[in-house]
């Protein structure tokens, strides 16, 4: 992405959220929807890439919404006071304006709740949602539209959490020659790749083991050969469908009000070369081992921390789940949803940390 000089204009569109939280930099598009194990087959085959095709999905049912508020309950005030931290982290660190870039969807409810911080403590911000594909990269078009906007220097990338660090390797490639740095912050990064976090605990994001009903009601992001051929932004679902079980605006006003004087008092986050490092190392030794003792092939198939082993079971077709304890109240959406599935569920000999939970997504026949 060499240059960022074009820009496009758009209607506002901020999917359930309200308007002055986010501006989703995304285009509302109808796909029809590939059931999950033809979508499995055509990405391990190569056939189609993961962004062209999308499942339907389902509301969570009722238990499972037990399990998603047992998990609000217990992480609710860590999640206010970590978000606390990275704004006056943010606020000490950026002299000038201050752009959040929330990758969709994870980053969306972190965007939103960061974007309130700031604005209490005194800060111009503004807040995008934008699209970032495996593989495909950031939306260079929404990117445009952004630093025609906003001063590049003030820009920072926001997410729940890292996996691998895949995405931060995507920011880094697509940003490559332009003016604005590749600069992620996240809530937890057990991998030890992101730029500002609050920790790098594998803890239960609340927010972590839900999809579009808490986060704006959009699905996660699409980009097809129509999508492409338009020059807009990526694509996405607006599942208005699934209004009903909505909880976005719940979820952010619950961490914002739990911040309450946390914000005024918090001590800015720091995240070290040297946390980094001692992240990694442990995290690549635990993806390469599960690699060599799976006879695994595809890095992709791969999906370590609590929430990206979670989004796995609801999205993909998975051989088996890692877990470090499975009486862990942390891990307890993930269990219910393995063992409501028939996923395999065991733990791995020697442990899987930084993580607490792996997933091992199933070879495709």
């Known amino acids: 992405m060499a240059t960022l000089a074009q820009s496009v204009e758009i209607t506002h569109f901020s999917g359930s959220y309200a308007a002055e939280d986010v501006e989703l930099l995304l285009q509302p598009t109808n796909v029809a929807p590939t059931d999950v194990a033809t979508k499995e ?6 056939k189609r890439h993961y962004s062209e095709m999308i499942s339907e999905e389902r509301a969570p049912d009722p238990a499972y919404v037990g399990v998603y508020e047992k998990a609000l309950d217990a992480g609710s005030k860590r999640m206010a006071n970590d978000l606390a931290r990275l ?12 752009t959040l870039v929330s990758l969709v969807r994870a980053g969306l409810p972190v965007g939103v709740v960061l974007k309130r911080a700031l604005k209490a403590l ?20 929404a990117m445009r539209h952004i630093t025609a906007r906003r001063d590049p220097a003030g820009v920072v990338f926001v997410d729940g959490w890292t996996g691998k660090g895949a995405i931060i390797g995507e920011l880094e490639k697509s940003l490559a020659g332009s ?35 808490v986060s704006g009601l959009v699905s996660r992001s699409i980009l097809n050969d129509e999508i492409i051929a338009s020059g807009g932004f990526h694509g996405c679902l607006d599942l208005v469908s699934l209004s009903r079980h909505d909880v976005s605006r ?3 006003d619950q961490i914002w009000a739990q911040m309450g004087l946390r914000l005024l008092h918090a001590e800015a986050a720091v ?25 695994v092939s595809n890095l992709n198939r791969v ?26 109240p942390d891990l307890a959406a993930l269990v219910y949803l393995a063992t409501d599935r028939g996923v395999r569920l065991e733990t791995l000999h020697g442990g899987i940390a930084p993580y607490r939970a792996v997933t091992l997504i199933g070879k495709a026949s």
Do not use: N
């Open 303 to 328: 999906k370590p921390g609590i929430a990206e082993a979670t989004r796995a079971v609801l999205r993909r077709m998975p051989e088996r789940v890692f877990i470090s304890d499975p009486f862990d």
């Open 41 to 46: 087959k055509l990405i391990q085959t190569g």
């Open 87 to 98: 704004a006056q982290a943010l606020s000490r660190e950026i002299a000038g304006d201050i």
């Open 250 to 252: 719940a979820f952010v």
């Open 179 to 213: 003016d604005v740095l590749p600069r992620l912050v996240v809530v937890a990064d057990p991998c030890g790749r992101a730029w500002l976090s609050a920790s790098g605990d594998d803890w239960l994001i609340p927010s972590g083991i839900l999809g579009a009903t």
């Open 122 to 141: 005194g800060r111009d911000v503004a807040h995008y949602g934008v699209s970032i594909i495996r593989d495909r990269g950031i939306d260079e078009q």
């Open 271 to 295: 995240w070290t070369d040297a946390d980094r490092a001692r992240h990694s190392a442990v995290a690549q030794a635990t993806v390469g081992r599960i690699v060599a003792d799976y006879s």
